[in-house]
């Protein structure tokens, strides 16, 4: 059935709008056609999520033209001008999936079971570790105050520590947590440990939680196995957290395939792309609420959510964590402190205004830097190899010694960097979203940057589940929009000194040459779609990722803003021009490179 | 989207109002359907759970968990009190014996033989529901809680921190745009909820704080003095339990900002009669707003609302004529007319696209504003 569909309606039911769209094989390939939508309904008067899914079904039919729904019946399968061949939908309304996660050792089994959930489309509330220097009596608090939607109890491998993840249940049945949606259900908790505990922690568990027992996700210290524990925190999803939301289970009943949390269904359509191109992904989808980074490095899918950096609603953490100067650094003219700290206030009040004055535009992309930064570094520090292996030894002895830190994310080996999210996605000016990615990102060698152009990441990626070809096809011609490759340096220097040569030639056989200096960025013209053969020299001590002095030949393709080429050095220091050129200066030299405001 | 949408704060001089009062866990209530309760009363009770500390037993004795029951002297469920013993070793020579002594007062939950790990459990700590708000019970829930229904004055803040508390209204300006001054909070204002004003300085909150006031409702405030009062800096706007002495509600927004004509108006018209005012503010989906209270006592009055503005989330259909409020800079607070209402988007300084309109200010100048940026106020 899955193969043979011609017309395909999407939505994705968010915290506050649901988004349909419509997707069609025109000859032989599928395109996005139309999109609708309404506020989402599952809060007070309404508290049904299908009366918004209809809105946006009805907005869809009027401006498609095709007859979808028969009163509230979707019609299929799609005949001439009328009906679907299937309707599949994402949710993250009612705040998504809340998740509490615990583990025998902080850094192995509550690390792999954090990445289950993640992966599986959750918010992590807290990780819950033997080993993370809480005592008793503050886990137990911590695991009642929270009220999450499930929790996730992992440790041991299999064979391993039996003791350590008993305790772990002990704890979580003393505390006896209340589910936060329908106060009468029993919480549901997961266990993916130690099959040898299995049975104790069933004893400890059964009669205060709805107990679900699943393979141990950490079977062995070299290997994960997050699949089962993955698969059944989205079963439980569906039947204890989706089937008390309002209105879901008359939407499930609608549905062609199972409703996806929206990052799930986002991180299916990067790995989806990944496989697709053989490439490294890292996407991002900066809400109003919280920041999702995912990222596929040789085939490995990493996600986090970043639950309190936003645009709206978590505008004022972003200052409160990343520091009021690292929000005025980045802003070329004078503004009080105290001004920008009310201003970003009454964001956070009225989460739905809009900036009007450039100078608050600026602000927000500021800020906007400041909460990708933040979120991506939270992200290299998830995505990392697995902790313990090669070392022959049991768990208890894995406390003592924590492996160092070593992330997956190797910037330099990073080929596309998507940006999705109001502030990138709606930018008045595309070179504004680049900018913002490449000072947040810091891409080294050579990275395209794109943007989501309505963000229809969710839709795709559940549609990825049953038919990958229209997924990719949509998601290449429709979704994403290339601003542009980026090159960039992989080291730092001094300032003002002389950087790098370049040479492009373009298609038409057109050369141009061009000399930069350390601390310049600069913007070439390349169209979206157009390909260029170039050439850079670093001097003697910078690096583009093939070793110092290293040159790079290169064939690249444009985007709608250009080629960029960014000496500027990593990491981005913008201090590196002091006693020279007043940061103010500098900063507007490179927005100007960028034509990225009105002057 | 089709949908316009104008967030507005509700206002009403007179409003049926019923407020749920719900026990964290099941308990007893302590009222009936019908009785007429003031804002002090208690109307629902129940324990809650004491805190659970856990002693890992057999470390401290250095035995084996199979070891541990023999090793016992309380058992599940049996009362301790502190620095009791709860297990003991028996060693041949007894200058070898280990002692482990109970941590808290109260009950022995769980033994493990697994872990050696003991649970104790603090004893119950009592919670009481009071009313809230003056009024009547209209629907009693068994062991969950009660409903009160009460006619009244409603004013919802866009801000607020610090909980619920009730107090006889002040109104301590002359006019919605003047600052509340250390020299306006007087003795007399002692356990008071003093109102006005177009921002409060640190200088004044301290004198509140010193005099014993219990609620402050004003125009706007700087983010610097919620930040002192606090002690933090506050990320996202989920408030409500903060532990100040003080509730503080905030009608117009952050800066100095004159409390719209019709609230101060309200609130001085209701001068004298005793207000609930609660600060908690959830600012995301089901978005909570701080409120004032103000109920009558006639009971007769009817609950005819006379409201204005929305609530959240729901569409205010904005008309040519209506008075608007600007909630975004430039001119932020300010206050005008809806001249005209273009339906192509337009596009602004920022070179975004947006559906704006005209708006038309007291003096007879005009401006160009996002609709995103305006709140109906009054009708």
Known sequence: ?599 | MTHAYTPGLRLADKLQIRKDRNLPLPGDVIVKKGDTVKSGDIVAMTNLPGKVHAVNVINRLAILPTDLRKNMLKKEGDSVVKDEPIAETSPFIKMFKSICLSPITGIIESISDITGQVLLREPPKPVQITAYVDGKVVETIENEGVVIETNATFIQGIFGIGGETTGELQIVVNSPDDIVKPEDIKEVHRGKIIAGGSIIYSDAIKKALDTGVKGIVVGGIRDKEINELLGYDLGVAITGSEDINITIIITEGFGQIGMAQRTFDMLKLREGAVASINGATQIRAGVVRPEIIIPYNDEDTSGKSDESGSADGKSAGISIGDQIRIIRNPNFGMLGTVKSLPSELQTIETEAMARVLEVKFPDGQTSIVPRANIEAIEK
């Open chain 1, 1 to 599: 059935m899955t193969e043979n569909l011609n017309v395909i309606v999407a939505t994705d039911c968010g915290s506050t709008t649901t988004k349909a769209i419509l997707i069609e094989k025109k000859g032989d390939e599928y395109r996005q056609t139309f999109r609708g939508e309404a506020p989402t309904t599952v809060e007070a008067p309404f508290e049904d999520v299908t009366r918004g899914v209809l809105n946006a079904f009805a907005e869809l039919e009027e401006l498609s033209g095709r007859k979808i729904l028969d009163g509230e019946k979707i019609i299929t399968p799609a005949q001439g001008n009328t009906g679907v061949d299937i309707y599949i939908s994402t949710s993250s309304a009612g705040g998504g999936l809340q998740m509490m996660v615990a583990g025998v050792v902080k850094t192995m089994s509550a690390q792999s079971a954090q990445k289950a959930a993640l992966g599986a489309g959750a918010i992590v509330m807290d990780v819950i570790a033997s080993n993370d220097k809480r005592l008793p009596h503050e886990k137990i608090e911590r695991i009642r105050d929270l009220r999450p939607d499930m929790i996730l109890l992992s440790g041991g491998t299999d064979g391993g520590t039996v003791s350590h993840v008993v305790e772990l249940a002990e704890f979580i049945g003393a505390a006896n947590p209340r589910p936060r949606l329908g106060m009468t259900f029993q919480l549901p908790v997961i266990y993916a440990g130690n099959n040898d505990a299995q049975d104790r922690v069933s004893d400890v568990l059964n009669d205060k939680t709805a107990l679900r027992i699943t393979d141990n996700l950490r079977p062995l210290l070299e290997r994960e196995n997050l699949g089962p524990a993955r698969q059944e925190i989205q079963n439980l999803f569906l039947e204890h957290v989706m089937a008390h939301a309002p209105g879901y289970k008359k939407l499930m009943s609608w549905t062609g395939v199972p409703i996806m949390p929206t990052p799930s269904a986002v991180g299916e359509m990067m790995q989806a792309i990944a496989r697709k191109a053989n490439i490294n992904v890292v996407g991002v989808d900066i809400g109003g609420a919280t920041t999702d980074v995912f990222s596929v490095f040789d085939g490995v899918f990493n996600r986090t959510v970043s639950a309190n950096f936003g645009m709206s609603y978590s505008i004022s953490n972003v200052i409160a964590e990343a520091g009021i100067d690292n929000i005025t650094k980045w802003l070329p003219f004078e503004i009080e402190e105290a001004d920008i700290r009310n201003r970003i206030k009454n964001k956070m009040i009225r989460p739905t205004t809009i900036p009007q004055l450039l100078e608050d535009l600026i602000l927000e992309h500021a800020i906007a830097r400041e909460a990708l930064r933040l979120s991506f570094v939270q992200h290299k520090a998830l995505a990392v190899g697995l902790k313990g292996v090669q070392k022959l030894k049991d768990m208890s002895e894995s406390f003592d010694r924590v492996a160092e830190e070593e992330t997956l994310i190797k910037m330099n080996n990073l080929d596309l960097i998507v940006g999705s999210g109001g502030v990138l996605s709606h930018a008045p000016r595309r070179s504004q979203a680049m900018m913002m990615m490449i000072d947040a990102f810091q891409p080294q060698g050579v990275t395209m940057i794109a943007v989501d152009s309505i963000f229809m990441m969710p839709h795709l990626g559940v549609l990825s589940t049953i038919n990958e070809k229209a997924a990719t096809e949509v998601f290449e011609k429709d979704c994403l929009i290339y601003l542009g490759p980026c090159i960039s340096l992989t080291n730092s220097g001094k300032y003002g000194s002389q950087c790098l040569n370049c040479v492009i030639t373009y298609s038409d056989g057109k050369k141009l040459e061009e000399s930069l200096l350390f601390g310049d960025i600069k913007v070439f013209e390349l169209g979206e779609g157009e390909k260029a053969e170039i050439e850079v020299t670093p001097a003697r001590q910078f690096d583009l990722g093939e070793g110092k002095g290293q040159k790079i030949t290169k064939e690249v393709t444009g985007g709608v803003v250009g080629l960029v080429i960014d000496a500027r050095g990593r990491p981005l220091d913008l201090d590196g021009s002091k006693g020279k050129e007043p940061r103010g200066e500098v900063l507007s030299k490179w927005n100007t490179a960028f034509n990225a405001y009105p002057t």
